[in-house]
């Protein structure tokens, strides 16, 4: 298979780029502990982007693992999950803030720190969201790769430590045009009180067609006719 | 029910400064003053009551659906919960609530996910997110459909499990019992009541509900 690009994101670090449909984007977490928080959005209609609810609804399911797709506003399919190491990734939790960044881990400036200042996700989202002629009303619930937020009856939310293992790996198939945005920030509700400083890897591959034999697209019924919404729509362009 | 802190309110129906019936279908965009409550009683029963709300000193800071229930550290929704927006800002308060379950991770329902969830051919059935659009269609406010992040669905019981399942399950509202929130902020609310025929959410019969504010 034919490596398009690859990229390490250092700990704290933020990306965002337009990738087509159709390639596999390959994720490795090189230490422990590791939370890649990452939004998507439809590069032909950025108000068309990644949403928490209709993808859990539909799959009836509070955590995300091979298999599972990734679902817009509009009911169709962005991205899917065909290969996972781990069993579970989270998006009821979303990303860090500059508060919740300087309350947890001490706080840090640029001035101070230099380029070692801890980074938050509100942050790193902003900034990219701007970059692509968006803004902090455009913020939704992200999904954090590696991480797991389990919920007890009582609704309490957990973070589950040392669920991720340096050498995890979970790899997504672009389903639409996208801009996609990635911040390698904390996960909110990991306990640890040293700011996590965990690279991850990302390489970007060239997928195989999707047909109808295809994991994702049976994983469920609801799958199945998100494809058909996401087939129509690029019929429809003639892309 | 776990974690339900049971509180009736003190207010007097006869006092409040805005009383009207939203019949299932319906959109309502109302602002709230600090300090106003707002009551959404739920009239026959088991209607979820989507709803979601601006920061009208910055509308760009929507309701932030998981901000909410990461800094409380609880998905469900009760008296004494902080409702925030996205950056984090308290917006408003529960302060009275009488059935202990309120939806956090649901959403809204939409012709697109009702393709999604049930079959093509239900893209007609009138739906949560239409009703929100046709209300910023006819608003001033410059809230658009890029501002429609992840809501609140008032009196509806979507369990999670531990292992990782969500469902949707028959509510545990009942008549005349309702759910009360103070404005810490000046802020807009945006409603529809739940038109959804597909799943247990509304009982398959949705309903009207009642909407009180107080000074």
Not at chain 1, 14 to 43: C, E, P, R, T
Not at chain 1, 100 to 126: H, S, W
Not at chain 2, 201 to 215: F, G, K, Q, S
């Amino acid at each position: 298979m034919q490596k398009i690009w690859t990229k390490e994101f250092k700990p704290g670090e933020k990306w965002s780029g337009l990738i087509g449909k159709g390639k596999y984007i390959h994720f490795k977490a090189l230490g422990d502990n590791a939370n890649l928080s990452v939004l998507m959005y439809n590069m032909r209609d950025t108000s068309e982007r990644y949403n928490m609810p209709d993808t859990l609804k539909a799959q009836y399911t509070s955590h995300l693992t091979r298999g599972n797709v990734l679902m817009s506003d509009n009911g169709r399919v962005l991205a899917s999950i065909v290969e996972d190491s781990l069993g579970w990734h989270d998006s009821i939790s979303g990303y860090t803030t500059r508060l919740l960044t300087d309350e947890k881990y001490g706080k840090t400036t640029y001035q101070e720190q230099g380029n070692d200042y801890y980074r938050c996700g509100e942050e790193n989202f902003k900034v990219e969201l701007v970059r692509n002629n968006m803004g902090k009303r455009d913020l939704v619930p992200c999904v954090n790769l590696f991480s797991k937020v389990y919920v007890e009856e009582d609704g309490s939310m957990h973070y589950e430590k040392d669920h991720c293992k340096a050498g995890a790996t979970v790899t997504l198939r672009t389903e639409m045009d996208m801009i996609f945005i990635v911040s390698n920030t904390p996960n909110p509700l990991d306990p640890s009180k040293e700011y996590p400083s965990v690279p991850v890897t990302m390489e970007v591959y060239d997928a195989p067609p999707v047909d109808l034999t295809d994991e994702c697209v049976n994983y469920r019924s609801e799958n199945y006719r998100a494809f058909e919404n996401t087939w129509d729509y690029y019929n429809l362009l003639g892309v | 029910m776990y974690g339900f802190v049971e509180k009736e309110s003190d207010l007097r129906i006869e006092d409040a400064v805005y009383d009207e019936v939203l019949d299932a279908g319906l959109g309502w965009m109302h602002e709230l003053k600090p300090g106003q409550s707002f009551r959404i009683l739920d009239m026959e029963g088991n209607q979820a009551v989507d709803t979601t709300f601006y920061d009208m000193t910055n509308p760009e800071d929507h309701y932030g659906a998981v901000q909410t229930v990461t800094m409380q550290g609880n998905i469900y929704l009760t008296t004494g919960s902080i409702l925030r927006a996205e950056s984090g800002k308290p917006l408003l308060e529960i302060t009275a609530d009488k059935t202990g379950r309120h939806d956090t991770l649901g959403g809204a329902c939409s012709s697109q996910s009702n393709t999604v969830r049930y079959a093509r051919e239900k893209r007609y059935m009138h739906n949560c997110r239409d009703s929100f659009m046709l209300q910023l269609a006819d608003s001033d406010v410059d809230i658009r459909k890029r501002d429609l992040a992840p809501n609140i669905n008032f009196f509806m019981n979507v369990p999670v499990t531990k292992e990782g399942g969500l469902k949707f399950d028959d509510g545990v509202s009942a008549p005349g019992k309702y759910v009360e929130m103070k404005a810490l902020e000046h802020v807009m609310v945006l409603i529809s009541n739940c038109p959804q025929l597909n799943n247990p959410c509304n009982a398959y019969h949705p309903t009207p509900v009642r909407l009180l504010i107080w000074d």
